[in-house]
């Protein structure tokens, strides 16, 4: 693994007191006033790996569900009849080479297209026929990636179909993204700054601290950003390589203060967490996290931690369109391609176990 | 109930894990073999902050794959690692 090296780095860690700007307003935001869905949801019938999920792709019937500690990084399932069915397990944790620790699943309907990304070394990629889920998990039909293997490159997404790539560039305050094709050795930045906050903090540590989710609009060149540990979500295209039409829906930086060692960040717990980002054709999908203090305090509702009732609805001009209201609270929601229902894992009050539910999403008008 | 005893088991797996872990840690004192990186991150669950003592970045477990704990570690040679623990973040409850 290449390492970086930061001599010095800590001489000056008692010089940083804090980085982060002062957060925007917790308050309620009357943008979304007349602009709310309630959505009733209902337990979908599914076979029990569904239930062991730490979130999921879906596309059209096919659905992509992240293990969290089994032998197999997914379980894929169709819907059949409103439920939920078992078809495979996919791709082996490991260090095999067709194994990862840790995967990114992305759909590219552009080419009928499965990507699974090698999250945790950032080495290959993979490509697979999504259209027959039962063939999956043959690996001899899987088409391999191979990435530019930094460390410092994350939430990485394809462009294409046939070896481009984008991702977060964690350490480079000037350039938060990079572009790069299958086998290059370099990156290509784009010219997106971090957010701005006090000045002298290491750009490294403003990396981590801003650290997200890339998604990309299906079908299109633009990609949404949305930071996890606060309100920071930035929309932008690609054109000839650049990027361009750079516009934000939340521009409230991190608050952190650093660590020790002077470079790893201690993120503030004052600031309200970031939102779970999702992209389809039509919408930008923002849901809070709520993994803090604040963020329960700030809400209509309280909901457990890591859940949230709520989902803000953007179209890609970045024009808000709805607030998704759910009648309990969730965790890792998804909506379908088609914006018509959400899927999550709730935890039923009437059973002792969690259980996953779909809503259906009514128009505004 | 199946879905509690998964959960359980590999809670207590985890949890002897990390006990492992911490032991070999301090017997090697900082130097951080890929071995023990690549178990911390296959466990996918809260580590304890005195497992890396120069970063003494905790992280909370959360379920959801889009968290992910970053941080970087000190390795014996002087370099700088980031580190990736995913359905976690980066506790913002801890206080040292």
Known sequence: MKNFLYPGMLVVTVLFSRCGNIPESAGTDSLWDDRTVEVATSTVPCDDEALLTGGMEISGDRFVMYNISQPDLFGCFRLRNDSLVFVAPLQKRGNGPYEALMSQAVFMPECDGLFLIDRQTGRKAFRIDSADPEKWSDVKSWRAFELPNKPNLMSIVPTDCSGGFIAQLLDDRRHMFCTFRSGDSTVAPLSIPYPEVSEGCPDISLGIACRGTLQKRPGSQEYVFSAQNSRYVVVFSLKEGQAADIRLLYDTPPQFTLASDGINPRISGETLSGFYVQATRKYIYLTPRNHRDADTKALERSPAFGTAYETFVFDWEGNPVRKILADKPLQTVAFTDDDRFLYAKTADPQQSDECLVRGRILPTE | ?96
């Not at chain 2, 959360?62 to 704990?69: L, S, V």
């Not at chain 2, 000190?74 to 040292?96: K, L």
Request: with cysteine; net charge negative; hydrophobic share 35%.
């Open chain 2, 1 to 96: 109930m199946k879905t509690k005893s998964v959960f359980l088991l590999a809670a207590a797996t985890a949890t002897s894990s990390l006990a492992y872990i911490n032991y070999s840690f301090a017997q090697t004192q900082g130097s951080v073999s890929d071995l023990t990186l690549a178990n911390i991150e296959a466990l996918n669950f809260s580590i304890d902050p005195e497992l890396i003592p120069s970063a003494g970045i905790p992280c909370k477990h959360t379920g959801n794959q889009e968290d992910c704990c970053t941080y970087y570690i000190h390795t014996s040679d002087g370099t700088v690692i980031p580190q990736h623990d995913f359905f976690c973040i980066n506790d913002p409850d801890y206080r040292p």
